[in-house]
């Protein structure tokens, strides 16, 4: 299981943790929905591709992952990469997110907590882990929106 860990009080950046080592840092945009994964060995940059268009995750330019929504009133994300299809969807009436792979439910990202932006992602080892910063990406992605919409 990895922790996410904000940067800081009022920033959407992460680091993800898991066992007390730090795997790499999330660094999410402020104004646009795309971001950056670093670790030791290099980094990944998360996009969207046009202003509708699927979320990537691309390494030195090739594609890792992409993710689409196709209704923009869910919280449902349908993510492939090379080797699977995936969907992330959101949990009613609870700001976590499930990842299914097929009918099985293979994973989960929470909020520790209702007052914490702090999470635990629990999704399966055998994903690369720019993949798994990347559908941590998309539940912030959710988080944001929300926080965003209940500030107007």
């Not at 929470?110 to 007052?115: D, N, V």
């Amino acid at each position: 299981m990895i922790e996410a860990i904000p940067t800081g009080l009022i920033s959407w950046d992460y680091d993800l943790v898991s066992g007390g080592v730090v795997l790499g840092s999330l660094e999410v945009g402020w104004f646009y929905e795309r971001g950056r994964f670093a670790t030791d060995a290099g980094a990944c940059e998360i996009y969207r591709d046009g202003f509708l268009g699927p979320w990537v995750l691309e390494d030195h330019g090739a594609v890792l992952a992409r993710a689409t929504k196709r209704d923009p009133f869910t919280r449902v994300f349908h993510v492939e990469t090379d080797a699977r299809r995936l969907e992330l969807r959101g949990v009613i009436l609870s700001s976590s997110l499930e990842l299914h792979d097929g009918d099985r439910l293979a994973g989960r990202i929470e909020r520790q907590g209702w007052l914490t932006y702090r999470a635990d992602v629990d999704l399966p080892d055998d994903l690369p882990l720019p993949v798994r910063a990347f559908l941590f990406f998309l539940a912030v992605v959710t988080w944001k929106r929300a926080a965003g919409a209940a500030a107007s």
